[in-house]
């Protein structure tokens, strides 16, 4: 019986996922082969594949991701408030003693 051919997605996700476990990679090689990767699978989802050999396209992508974040490719995330140096009190239903003063005087004769 003959053996079936994996996809060429297969082979090069799963020559990555060995490679990287052991640590026998740089980052810039992890970073050019992960690129490769999410851009072929981009094709792909472009051409309505949905399945590469009996496994959804999806999984290879969160594959491939997983090794993305865990290569420490992604930019450090910064959050929009990080910017704010002073904070903003919000005084709006703060109330002022003086102002509800009430001269009791004019009410009483």
């Not at 594959?63 to 910064?78: D, T």
């Not at 002073?86 to 709006?92: A, F, G, N, R, W």
């Amino acid at each position: 019986m003959a053996k079936k051919e994996k996809h060429v997605i297969e082979v090069k996700y799963l020559d990555l996922k060995k490679r990287f476990k052991a640590g026998e990679m740089s980052i810039e090689e992890v970073d050019q082969i992960t690129c490769e990767l999410i851009a072929k699978l981009a094709l792909l989802t472009e051409r309505n594949v949905t399945e590469i050999g009996n496994t959804s396209i999806d999984l290879y992508k969160d594959r491939v991701w997983w090794i993305v974040e865990n290569a420490g490719l992604l930019p450090e995330y910064r959050d929009e408030d990080e910017d704010v140096v002073d904070e903003i009190e919000d005084d709006y239903y703060k109330v002022e003693e003086d102002e509800f003063k009430i001269d009791d005087s004019k009410f009483y004769k």
